[in-house]
């Protein structure tokens, strides 16, 4: 019996919002990510195969693969990913190859454009996708007339998880991520520890922030909200005349003396 897809859906629903955000900002760059690490396969991962019959489980595997992705703003970003597996079978001398695609949609929490402060950068990530078992063997073919000895078992997989990037310069990174694979179909929770390098093709642009627009960036503002028109000092706080902690904008009366203790609003005691 066939069964209905979810990941058709989850695979929509994941390329619409990345369609909205984009529209949002337009600052886009290609990365290459090549990773490397240690998979934990569920102890049902081998349901719905041939090997069910025998009460079988995988052994945890190392492996890896790669991915391109597509920073699609300073902070959300969309992947592709390829995993390879050769995993072996508990308790008989047999292996099987796993295959893991999935797409995934990054949320970056400091952003991409903010300089030397973003060199770490923590994101959770979240996808969906496909992992394919292959097999091809003699095992279980005496056992059972029915047993394939070549065959290829599909499930649809949704993932999540948490990471930290960290820029070696404008075009290069480093990542580590932790995942967890859920099954759909046939259910199951695998579990992903990895490594990656990645190369992006474009660097980002150099923006200097001034979140105030006072005409001093953030990295130098002592005052980075300064309300819109207020003139500012060297420091890139309120002026402040009379030199009473009120800054001008506020202070009712702004030529107090020297020395004189005031109220907040400016004005002596």
């Known amino acids: 019996m066939t069964r209905s897809r979810p990941s058709v859906l ?5 390329l619409a919002l990345a369609a909205d955000v984009a529209v949002a900002d337009r600052e886009t760059t290609l990365n290459l990510y090549l990773n490397g690490g240690r998979y934990w396969f569920d102890s049902d991962r081998l349901d719905g195969t041939p090997f069910q019959e025998f009460d079988l489980e995988l ?4 492996g890896g693969g790669g991915g391109l992705g597509y920073s699609i703003t300073d902070r959300w970003a969309m992947e592709g990913v390829i995993d390879y597996f050769s995993a072996d079978i508990k308790g008989i001398d047999e292996k099987v190859d796993v295959y893991n695609y999935h797409l995934d949609l990054f949320y ?3 952003g ?4 030397a402060p973003c060199v770490w950068q923590p994101y959770v990530a979240f996808g969906v996708g496909e992992i394919r078992t292959e097999y091809n063997g003699s095992f279980g073919r005496d056992e059972l007339e029915e047993f ?4 290829h078992r599909r499930q649809t997989i949704i993932n999540a998880g948490f990471g930290i990037k960290y820029q070696l310069g404008p075009r290069w990174q480093t990542r580590a991520d932790i995942r967890a694979f859920q099954g759909v179909e046939e259910g199951g929770v695998d579990g992903f520890l990895s490594v990656a390098i990645g190369y992006q093709w474009y660097e980002y642009p150099v923006v200097v922030r001034d979140s ?3 005409g001093y ?3 130098v503002d002592r005052c980075p909200q300064t309300p819109p028109g207020i003139a500012v000092g060297p420091d890139g706080c ?3 005349g009379d030199y009473d902690g009120v800054p001008n904008y506020l202070d009712l009366c702004p030529r107090t003396q020297t020395g004189v203790a005031v109220t907040e609003d400016g004005c002596p005691q």
């Open 112 to 115: 991409n454009f903010c300089g």
């Open 212 to 214: 105030d627009a006072d």
């Open 238 to 240: 309120p002026m402040d």
């Open 148 to 151: 394939e000895e070549d065959w």
């Open 108 to 110: 970056h929490f400091l």
């Open 217 to 219: 960036a953030d990295g």
């Open 59 to 62: 052994s945890h595997s190392t």
């Open 10 to 14: 989850l695979l929509s629903s994941l």
